[in-house]
């Protein structure tokens, strides 16, 4: 999926909502150790230096070198490009060998993996008591209820150009495979819902829709899904171009540990 990212990981960075410093917190309060965490699929490395804020090493990972080059550098993170051939017991290597990782982190993009080949690598890497794997991503903004009927019909209008993994997303993580014994914050079939709040403005709002993926292929195909009237039509519904609107990102989790 890499490819999906790479012409618009520049607006992707500017676009990613900030997960809140509490997600980390109860995360790290979940694994009895705090030596390494793997951050899987890092991207521009969000996550990563959040979870760094409570372990000694991090490992941020990533098929997408253009995403990678916007990484935000920490003194506890090293970030690693995977290529998609790479193997299991290479890619294990890499990261620290089998029971070495405390947490295992997946931001807005566990719905992109080969889940069968990452949960059985997850379950190797993971230490054993003691070790968690929590995914999360979100899927919808509240802005007011004059906006928000607004985005729903835009929504519709991309779906034809989503990959199919994409349906995860649009479910909430309620039908994502999770083999994995709760610690308290979701389970399968019933993820943890969560808020992202954040102060958005309406260029910050258009960059997010500009870094969708199924708004970049359909550009690819032709097809213009923020056309100059769609983002007047946003506009307006927003209260001008030049506002800041306090929002809430719809975020969900799944979190848990090795079935022993």
């Known amino acids: 999926m890499a490819g999906l990212f790479d012409e618009q990981a520049d607006l992707y960075l500017d676009a990613r909502p900030n997960y809140p410093s509490e997600w980390y917190s109860m995360?790290?309060?979940?694994?009895?150790?705090?030596?390494?965490?793997?951050?899987?699929?890092?991207?521009n490395g969000q996550a990563a230096i959040g979870?760094?804020?409570?372990?000694?090493?991090?490992?941020?990972?990533?098929?997408?070198?253009?995403?990678?080059?916007?990484?935000?550098?920490?003194?506890?993170?090293?970030?690693?490009?995977?290529?998609?051939?790479?193997?299991?017991?290479?890619?294990?290597?890499?990261?620290g060998g089998e029971n070495?990782?405390?947490?295992?982190?997946?931001?807005?993009?566990?719905?992109?993996?080969?889940?069968?080949?990452?949960?059985?690598?997850?379950?190797?890497?993971?230490?054993?008591?003691?070790?968690?794997?929590?995914?999360?991503?979100?899927?919808?903004?509240?802005?007011?209820?004059?906006?928000?009927?607004?985005?729903?019909?835009?929504?519709?209008?991309?779906?034809p150009f989503w990959n199919p993994n994409i349906q995860y997303i649009f479910d909430g993580y309620r039908t994502l495979p999770f083999p994995f014994e709760s610690v308290g914050l979701g389970s399968e079939g019933q993820p943890l819902a969560l808020d992202i709040p954040k102060k958005l403005s309406f260029e910050g709002f258009l960059g997010m829709l500009r870094s969708w993926s199924a708004v970049v292929t359909?550009?690819?195909?032709?097809?213009?899904?923020?056309?100059?009237?769609?983002?007047?039509?946003?506009?307006?519904?927003?209260?001008?171009?030049?506002?800041?609107?306090?929002?809430a990102y719809k975020a969900f989790m799944l979190a848990g540990k090795v079935k022993l």
Do not use: C
């Open 218 to 247: 359909a550009k690819n195909q032709g097809v213009d899904l923020l056309s100059q009237m769609v983002v007047k039509e946003f506009e307006s519904a927003w209260g001008g171009s030049n506002l800041v609107r306090s929002v």
């Open 27 to 43: 995360l790290a309060a979940r694994t009895l150790h705090h030596h390494l965490a793997w951050d899987a699929g890092t991207g």
């Open 100 to 159: 070495s990782v405390d947490l295992v982190t997946v931001a807005q993009a566990v719905h992109w993996f080969d889940l069968p080949k990452f949960y059985s690598l997850v379950t190797r890497v993971l230490r054993k008591p003691g070790g968690v794997l929590a995914v999360w991503g979100y899927n919808d903004i509240a802005v007011s209820p004059t906006f928000d009927p607004v985005m729903k019909r835009f929504h519709d209008t991309t779906l």
């Open 51 to 95: 979870v760094a804020e409570h372990y000694e090493h991090v490992i941020g990972t990533d098929v997408s070198e253009a995403q990678l080059k916007h990484a935000i550098p920490h003194p506890r993170v090293k970030y690693l490009n995977t290529s998609l051939s790479i193997s299991n017991d290479e890619l294990l290597a890499s990261i």
